[in-house]
């Protein structure tokens, strides 16, 4: 069973920069072989699943912010980040962190809720232009 819980979210205005965290509950044996990512979710559309990263290190974003954005953990404190710089008022969504063994073929999609093994609360990120 695996919990995660968001953090980090608020306004900015275009062109700067925000980091959201993801704290994740779960044991080593899941931690190893799930991917992590964020997926996030403007008014009025579907959830997009934005980037995610597994424990080998290997890394998939969504065109839409490649370039952009960056996704990091840190595997000692089970924790993962969402680095956000060059920030677009059409990045303006809830943000939500996201663990599942296949998490990443929903990167780069926009997935109407998928039922991925946790989803965090979320956390809004407001973009003003």
């Known amino acids: 069973q695996v919990q995660v819980v968001e953090s980090g979210g608020g306004s900015v205005q275009a062109g700067g920069s925000l980091r959201l965290s993801c704290a994740a509950s779960?044991?080593?044996?899941?931690?190893?072989?799930?991917?992590m990512g964020w997926f996030r979710q403007a008014p009025g559309k579907e959830r997009e699943g934005v980037a995610c990263?597994?424990?080998?290190?290997?890394?998939k974003y969504a065109d839409s912010v490649k370039g952009r954005f960056t996704v990091s953990q840190d595997n000692a404190k089970n924790t993962l980040y969402l680095q956000m710089n060059s920030l677009k008022f059409e990045d303006t969504a809830m943000y939500f962190c996201?663990?599942?063994?296949?998490?990443?073929?929903?990167?780069?999609?926009?997935?109407?809720?998928?039922?991925?093994?946790?989803w965090g609360q979320g956390t809004l990120v407001t973009v003003s232009s």
């Open positions: 996201a663990a599942d063994p296949n998490l990443r073929q929903w990167v780069g999609h926009f997935v109407s809720r998928p039922a991925v093994a946790a």
């Open positions: 779960a044991s080593g044996y899941i931690y190893r072989r799930y991917y």
């Open positions: 990263i597994h424990s080998d290190g290997s890394t």
